[in-house]
């Protein structure tokens, strides 16, 4: 099943999750699954009052796309719809919405895990969490592959600096 419709959509406005299941929905699929990430009002002990989300569009849109080549690859999938929300995310809404149809649940399941995995590790969406006591904190995504290579570039530069002095 290497055809099918993949709807990427990036944007500030409220996710729907019956709009994610109508893009996916079809009468040769017997599956649908589907990932909701949504703000939980704590982290680390502290009361989180929302969530902040930045990205580079463009490339964010085409990292996900990527991610839906790869996934039409791996299982049969019929129809991906990932949608992720920038800007504040109040607590119990949804910031990122992963559905995938297919003929059979496994496929679905394993692709939409693969999906969500891969999209925290890949694409540049940035996620603040704002706290009740006035501050926020930038998130770093422990998965994401691009902030351990800056990581390990920042420490050769200042290893290399230490030893030039």
């Not at 849109?61 to 990527?66: D, S």
């Not at 929300?85 to 992963?98: A, C, D, F, K, L």
């Not at 422990?142 to 530069?157: F, L, P, R």
């Amino acid at each position: 099943m290497a055809t099918g419709q993949n709807t990427v959509q990036i944007t500030s406005d409220v996710l729907n999750v019956d709009d994610a299941v109508k893009k996916v929905t079809s009468p040769t699929s017997g599956a649908i699954s589907l990932f909701i990430g949504t703000t939980r009002n704590n982290f680390d002990g502290k009361e989180v009052i929302r969530l902040e989300y930045d990205a580079y569009i463009p490339m964010a849109e085409k990292e996900i796309k990527k991610i839906c080549q790869v996934m039409r690859q791996r299982w049969e999938v019929e129809h991906i719809a990932v949608f992720h929300r920038i800007g504040h995310v109040p607590i119990s809404e949804s910031s990122v919405i992963i559905a995938v149809s297919s003929p059979h649940r496994k496929a679905s399941l394993e692709a939409v895990q693969y999906c969500i995995d891969t999209l925290k590790a890949t694409v540049p969406i940035w996620k603040k969490e704002m706290y009740a006591e006035g501050e926020g904190t930038w998130k770093e995504n422990k998965e994401c592959v691009w902030a351990a290579s800056a990581v390990s570039s920042s420490a050769v530069t200042a290893a290399a600096s230490t030893s030039s002095a």
